[in-house]
């Protein structure tokens, strides 16, 4: 790993001690404009026809200044994007809708100031006073203020019929979280007990929530508001009002709802036509100059879903901007050899996570016979013992890692080798051996191992189509597995209904990424103990926690230990105990051996067209906690034909 992303670690651990050690203000951008002045001349055209108050108006007071990449450029333009649905949504959160009360820094070594102009932390960590920009409006107009952040925490947080989604789970009951509202630009936070990672917490894509809910577009369909919102709804053939109110509430499938963000939708996401937005003409964002942002006007995000295709028009410079699912090690060759005809330029792409992917076996899972043998740590040490990993490494990512468990990268000030590198060694002797032992010693006609009590035993990898390399890698594993007499198969499925069947706990096995390598496991350890869907090595524990979905079941001690402990970690202002309190959850995780990795990533590449300008620096962290590419200020993007 580069020394620039080793600096980066070490910086972010400091201000943490900053972000939580007392009182602690932030204020303004990184250059201050006496007020807007420069627009697109799409939008000049609007105020000379009397269509839009002038600039100045629309920006408010105190727009986030932000300073270009590559400096002040002219408007215009289409960026051209690669789409593949309505499961893309949560790129297109990261990407598109990456505003709330703080962000990342264009680095993603600080948190900095966004919707909130700045803020104070009690010594306690108790109380966080956010003072907002004066002057920001929704994308109709209307004025964003202290009260649709106070509408999120009254009508929808603790709302079970709202959508989880927009209810950021770092925010629990037992916090007895309390919301005041001085006036329209200040939003007061006070927690019963200490919040210590909250600043962070709310820089990860979650933290939008907050600031996602225009009070006077949703109360008409809120049951706290309008009495009549259930029939209204039903009549318009949703469910319900929460079920209406819901889908209201998405913007990215809703035009209507007023954004916050530098483009609103033009053509919500379906699965059937391109997904296209325009600058939003209140976006309260300028550059040095006191141009409003974004610089581009228009964005074309292409249903494509068949890779091949993906790969032809980005080889055609037909995409601008490309940073997943073709930008794989073994499409990085094609991509140099036509580098230059097509006017495309490469990016470095650190990825956060500890392997390449993760493969969750589901404890919770719905047969018995395969609940019972996952939860059997010796079951899953020796299916770990059965995989090739190094094979793995060099058929499906170009020989470029090494052997890796889901656990600390050698980067972090927590990297622990043994929790690393255990049970990593291929040794299919050992293997056999083990589930000889555990039980597992009693076979079928056809050679397949039986239960303990002589049942059948099978279970099926599922693995998501959008994912080609987890495609490819996928026979390979269930062949390791198979050569152990474990019967067991694997089953690609497309990302909605993956998700899907994931999060109703339908699935044995998944094939997923990699998680927990870096900084974002110490905010958000859902790698390590049941706090999000995607540890799907735990369904039904993750629904217990979350309150919500089938199978609900309380996790065991050793897991509950872990979430007590993160409990702590966030209730302590002491930097050194939060991070004794994370070791110790590590070390639960590593003892209970809950998912396995199998290798450590090493930089990816991304690229876009040469005409696209200030786009990144040379080196971005890929990970969804830092919300790539949301740091980089697409808003300052600009097309330079």
């Given at each position: 790993m580069t020394t620039a992303l080793l600096s980066r670690w070490n910086a972010a651990s400091r201000v943490l001690v900053l972000l939580t050690a007392g009182a602690f203000a932030l204020g303004g951008g990184s250059a201050v404009a006496a007020s807007a002045t420069g627009q697109s001349p799409i939008l000049e055209k609007l105020v000379a026809a009397g269509e839009l108050p002038p600039v100045a108006q629309r920006v408010g007071d105190n727009p986030l200044v932000v300073k270009p990449v590559d400096g002040v450029m002219n408007y215009g333009g289409t960026l051209r994007m690669l789409f593949t649905g309505a499961s893309d949504v949560s790129w297109v959160q990261t990407f598109l809708g990456y505003d709330g009360l703080v962000r990342w820094d264009h680095k993603v070594e600080n948190v900095e100031p966004d919707l909130a102009a700045s803020w104070t932390v009690s010594d306690d960590a108790r109380v966080y006073t956010f003072t907002l920009r004066k002057g920001v409006k929704w994308s109709d107009g209307q004025p964003f203020t202290s009260h649709d952040v106070a509408f999120w925490f009254a009508h929808a947080q603790f709302n079970k019929a709202v959508d989880p989604n927009y209810r950021p789970r770092f925010i629990d009951p037992a916090d007895k979280l309390k919301v005041e509202t001085p006036d329209d630009n200040t939003v007061r936070l006070s927690f019963e007990r200490p919040k210590a990672l909250l600043l962070y917490q709310l820089a990860t894509p979650d933290g939008e929530a907050l600031t996602n809910f225009p009070e006077h577009y949703l109360r008409q369909f809120h049951i706290d508001f309008n009495p009549d919102a259930d029939k209204e709804a039903k009549a318009q053939g949703f469910q319900d009002w929460a079920d209406r109110f819901n889908?209201?509430?998405?913007?990215?499938?809703?035009?209507?709802?007023?954004?916050?963000?530098?483009?609103?939708?033009?053509?919500?996401?379906?699965?059937?036509?391109?997904?296209?937005?325009?600058?939003?003409?209140?976006f309260w964002k300028v550059d040095p100059a006191g141009n409003q942002l974004p610089y581009i006007d228009k964005i074309d995000n292409q249903i494509v879903g068949d890779k091949e295709?993906?790969?032809?028009?980005?080889?055609?410079?037909?995409?601008?901007?490309?940073?997943?699912?073709?930008?794989?090690?073994?499409?990085k060759a094609v991509f140099v050899e036509n580098q230059k005809r097509n006017n495309l330029e490469f990016f470095k792409i650190v990825d956060a996570a500890p392997s390449y992917v993760t493969l969750h076996l589901n404890e919770t899972d719905r047969n018995?016979?395969?609940?019972?043998?996952?939860?059997?740590?010796?079951?899953?040490?020796?299916?770990?013992?059965?995989?090739?990993?190094?094979?793995?490494?060099?058929?499906?990512?170009?020989?470029?890692?090494?052997?890796?468990?889901?656990?600390?990268?050698?980067?972090?000030?927590?990297?622990?080798?043994?929790?690393?590198?255990?049970?990593?060694?291929?040794?299919?002797?050992?293997?056999?051996?083990?589930?000889?032992?555990?039980?597992?010693?009693?076979?079928?006609?056809?050679?397949?191992?039986?239960?303990?009590?002589?049942?059948?035993?099978?279970?099926?990898?599922?693995?998501?189509?959008?994912?080609?390399?987890?495609?490819?890698?996928?026979?390979?594993?269930?062949?390791?597995?198979?050569?152990?007499?474990?019967?067991?198969?694997?089953?690609?499925?497309?990302?909605?209904?993956?998700?899907?069947?994931?999060?109703?706990?339908?699935?044995?096995?998944?094939?997923?990424?990699?998680?927990?390598?870096?900084?974002?496991?110490?905010?958000?350890p859902r790698a390590?103990?049941?706090?999000?869907?995607?540890?799907?090595?735990?369904?039904?524990?993750?629904?217990?926690?979350?309150?919500?979905?089938?199978?609900?079941?309380p996790p065991p001690p050793f897991l509950q230990r872990g979430l007590d402990l993160f409990d702590k970690m966030q209730g302590t202002a002491d930097p050194k105990q939060q991070k004794d309190y994370f070791r110790q959850l590590l070390a639960v995780a590593k003892d209970n051996f809950m998912s396995m990795g199998i290798g450590l990533p090493i930089p990816g590449y991304g690229l876009h067209t040469a005409r696209l300008h200030n786009v990144e620096p040379q080196e971005v962290i890929n990970s969804w906690t830092f919300a790539y590419p949301g740091p980089s200020t697409p808003a300052q993007w600009s097309i330079k034909n």
């Open positions: 889908k209201k509430m998405n913007a990215w499938f809703n035009p209507e709802k007023p954004t916050l963000f530098p483009w609103r939708v033009v053509t919500p996401i379906t699965d059937t036509q391109d997904f296209t937005l325009e600058r939003n003409p209140y295709v993906m790969l032809l028009k980005a080889l055609n410079g037909e995409v601008d901007y490309i940073g997943r699912y073709i930008n794989t090690l073994p499409n018995p016979a395969v609940r019972a043998a996952f939860r059997d740590k010796q079951f899953r040490i020796a299916l770990s013992y059965a995989i090739n990993r190094q094979e793995i490494i060099d058929l499906i990512f170009a020989g470029q890692g090494e052997p890796y468990q889901i656990a600390p990268r050698p980067e972090s000030e927590f990297y622990n080798e043994e929790m690393a590198k255990q049970y990593t060694k291929f040794d299919p002797d050992l293997a056999n051996k083990m589930l000889d032992e555990a039980g597992y010693d009693k076979r079928d006609a056809n050679g397949w191992r039986l239960t303990p009590d002589g049942k059948e035993l099978s279970f099926v990898m599922t693995v998501r189509g959008d994912r080609q390399p987890y495609v490819d890698l996928a026979p390979l594993l269930v062949g390791y597995w198979k050569d152990v007499g474990v019967n067991v198969d694997f089953r690609v499925m497309e990302k909605s209904a993956y998700l899907n069947q994931r999060n109703n706990n339908q699935h044995d096995g998944i094939i997923e990424d990699g998680d927990g390598g870096m900084i974002d496991a110490f905010l958000f390590y103990i049941p706090l999000h869907p995607d540890a799907a090595w735990g369904t039904g524990w993750i629904n217990y926690q979350l309150k919500q979905g089938p199978d609900q079941e």
